[in-house]
């Protein structure tokens, strides 16, 4: 079993940053994805960024160019880096990995943007 937990989530003005970290309870190593998703109220839960074992990344359409994720290897820590904060990110933002065969959520951190 691996806990995932996510920190750096807030409240954050328009054009602003934030930067989620994502703390994995094990090292993490060889084939995986791991990832941030997101989901707003009254919608369904969305991709927002994944990176692969092997250094691939992958975005969402409305993200690109605003975000980038990153992992920490020595941590097996997973980041989110957001700039130029629109009220359309507003979500909770959770954690994702797929490893060994098996898959795992973090519990979740708050991202609004609001002035």
């Known amino acids: 079993q691996v806990q995932l937990v996510e920190s750096g989530g807030g409240l954050v003005q328009p054009g602003g940053s934030l930067r989620l970290s994502c703390a994995a309870s094990?090292?993490?190593?060889?084939?995986?994805?791991m990832g941030w998703y997101r989901q707003a109220p009254g919608k369904q839960r969305e991709l927002v960024a994944v990176l692969t074992g092997a250094g691939s990344t992958n975005y969402a359409d409305s993200v690109k160019g605003r975000f980038s994720i990153s992992r920490d290897n020595a941590k097996s820590t997973l980041h989110l880096q957001m700039n130029s904060l629109t009220p359309e990110d507003t979500a909770v933002y959770y954690c994702?990995?797929?490893?060994?065969?098996?898959?795992?959520w973090g519990q979740g951190t708050q991202v609004t943007v609001s002035s």
């Open positions: 094990q090292t993490i190593f060889g084939m995986y994805i």
């Open positions: 994702y990995l797929a490893y060994r065969s098996l898959t795992y």
